[in-house]
């Protein structure tokens, strides 16, 4: 199965279980590997025919803007879902980067979580 993607997708939100948290943005990371078949757009070059990546982009964005998850678990979760229902995406697999978490962490921590079936 052919994938489209997205990586290193940066936005900021209000995410975190401290007070402090609760009370600034912080940078987010995301990266996006989508099941599609692209054959179809391929050869009839129609990016209706595939999943189009500056859609999803925005769409991330906005969602992500506008939450206030206490866990970076919950917004992967909750995002997933969304972009799977809004897109009509069989799997995905996302990874969430928070690179100010923990200091130490150089290139940040997160989550990365498959949902879906991969077509074969």
Known sequence: M?????????????IGIYDWERTIRQPL???????????????????????NYAAIS????TFVQASEFLLV?????KLAA?????????WLRLRVTKPDAVKQAAGG????????????
Do not use: C, Y
Request: proline content about 5%.
């Open 2 to 14: 052919d994938q489209v993607f997205i990586k290193g997708l940066t936005t900021d939100a209000v």
């Open 29 to 51: 990371i995301f990266d996006l590997d989508m099941a599609w078949d692209i054959r179809p757009a391929a050869a009839h070059e129609n990016i209706d025919a595939t999943l």
């Open 58 to 61: 925005e769409f991330i964005i």
């Open 73 to 77: 678990e919950t917004l992967a979760e």
């Open 82 to 90: 969304k972009l799977r229902k809004e897109f009509d995406i069989p």
């Open 109 to 120: 921590v997160g989550v990365l979580i498959e949902r879906g079936v991969l077509p074969s």
